[in-house]
Antibody, heavy 121, light 107 residues
């Protein structure tokens, strides 16, 4: 079945780095734009970044621009999020998410189980 | 950024009640709106897309309406499994944004 499985979360000190991975299965990964969404404890979800299906374009929310990098390897059906210069306010559960349709701009129909990132000294 | 504002933030209701949640966008988003249900420790689950289209497998007691800047999610007859937090989300313009959530509690 269609599935997304995140990994790579953990506890990191402020200023540190982490790389999250999201393994996709059950659908044509290379056909879909893929997103990262995060949710701090007790807060609303926050969209983080998108990468087009072919990797040609990437967009980020302002608070992570120049610190986070989204990438993908379509040969491995895997999405990544490289997070540098981490701050306490980056503490959250990070989800990868797939949109419903091939193309741009649609709802998230599949979410991973999430991976927790804690930034603390 | 487009701000999404939900009301109410908390809603107390009984089994069988009709429940309505409102979501307002700070600028027009056409029908590029989704509703999600989230339970503690779980990822959000898609209920409604394109403002009024029911996702496959979602019970028909859920419905959505609206366009432009005003949207509603209605649960026609609240069931025990529906006690959860509900979020609206716009996907018209980056950065995509979510409402602050509406927690539906047992009265």
């Amino acid at each position: 079945q269609v599935q997304l499985v995140e990994s790579g979360g953990g506890v990191v000190q402020p200023g540190g780095s982490l790389r999250l991975s999201c393994a996709a299965s059950g659908f044509s990964f290379s056909s879909y734009d893929m997103h990262w969404v995060r949710q701090a404890p007790g807060k609303r979800p926050e969209w983080v970044a998108v990468i087009y299906n072919d990797g040609s374009k990437k967009y980020y929310t302002a608070s992570v621009k120049d610190r986070f990098t989204i990438s993908r390897d379509n040969s491995k059906n895997t999405l990544y999020l490289q997070m540098n210069s981490l701050r306490a306010e980056d503490t959250a559960v990070y989800y990868c998410a797939k949109i419903m349709t091939i193309g741009r701009g649609d709802a998230f129909d599949i979410w991973g189980q999430g991976t927790m990132v804690t930034v603390s000294s | 950024d487009i701000q999404m504002t939900q009301s109410p933030s908390t809603l107390s209701a009984s089994i069988g009640d009709r429940v309505t949640i409102t979501c307002r966008a700070s600028q027009t988003i056409s029908s590029s709106l989704a509703w999600y249900q989230q339970k503690p420790g779980k990822a959000p689950n898609l209920l409604i897309y394109k403002a009024s289209s029911l996702e496959n497998g979602v019970p028909s007691r859920f419905s959505g309406s609206g366009s432009g800047t005003e949207f509603t999610l209605t649960i026609s007859s609240l069931q025990p499994d529906d006690f959860a937090t509900y979020y609206c989300q716009q996907y018209n313009t980056y950065p995509w944004t979510f409402g602050q959530g509406t927690k539906v509690e047992i009265k």
